[in-house]
């Protein structure tokens, strides 16, 4: 089954405290993107990669990092987590490179950091 | 700032009605438009998107462009409730980047 997957779906965590959401893709599409939304601002574009080791800031860049070692997984990184990432987080993924492609969104990932 | 603008509602009809969802882009670069639906607390799921002015449509949706007026619109027809979720309006400017609107909530009475 085409999906995108994203781990954990649930997390509590403590300020400071780094943590990883995983985000993978069996569809071998080039272009992946990490998106945070939250009540009244709505989806906004973190990170995105337009391939392999090729990354670029989206929106709302600070305080995550990402990266994009193979095709299929582009891990979000929060070094030093603060109670304003405190939001639900999708990954997304799409066939092409260009911003005419259709993206698949992953189940989402909430994240509470106290 | 690039910006997307939707009313966030609820907009409210009458099962069996057409519902009208609105969106407004600043970006006049902007290329590519897309509507998604987004049910409480699931993810977003893609129901039309389009690139050229006029309309398109899908069995019971219509995306309607008009870039002159900056602005992109959704009808859904014979509304059921099952329609009844959030409506995000996404824009893609060409530059590798997405702009997605706050959303519309819409509500199908029964």
């Known amino acids: 089954e085409a999906q995108v997957t994203q781990n954990p779906r649930y997390l509590i965590t403590v300020t400071g405290k780094k943590l990883t959401v995983t985000c993978s893709q069996n569809?071998?599409?080039?272009?992946m993107s990490w998106y945070r939304q939250d009540p009244g601002l709505g989806l906004r574009q973190i990170y995105y990669?337009?391939?392999?080791?090729?990354?670029d800031k989206g929106d709302v860049p600070e305080g995550y990092k990402v990266s994009r070692k193979e095709k299929r997984n582009f891990p979000l990184i929060l070094e030093s987590p603060s109670p304003n990432q405190t939001s639900l987080y999708f990954c997304?993924?799409?066939?092409?490179?260009?911003?005419?492609?259709?993206?698949?969104f992953g189940p989402g990932t909430r994240l509470l950091v106290l | 700032q690039k910006e997307v603008e939707q009313n966030s509602g609820p907009l409210s009809v009458p099962e069996g009605a057409i519902a009208s969802l609105n969106c407004t882009y600043s970006?006049?670069?902007?290329?590519?438009f897309f509507w998604y639906r987004q049910y409480s607390g699931k993810s977003p799921e893609l129901i039309m998107f389009?690139?050229?002015?006029g309309d398109k449509e899908d069995g019971r949706f219509t995306a309607q462009l008009n870039k002159a007026s900056q602005y992109v619109s959704l009808l859904i027809r014979d509304s059921q409730p099952s329609d009844s979720a959030t409506y995000l309006c996404a824009v893609g400017s060409g530059t590798y980047k997405y702009i997605f609107g706050t959303g519309t909530r819409l509500k199908v009475l029964a």
């Open positions: 389009i690139y050229s002015n």
């Open positions: 997304a993924s799409s066939l092409g490179s260009r911003s005419g492609e259709t993206q698949y």
């Open positions: 990669s337009m391939n392999v080791e090729v990354t």
């Open positions: 970006d006049r670069g902007s290329q590519s």
């Open positions: 569809m071998n599409h080039e272009y």
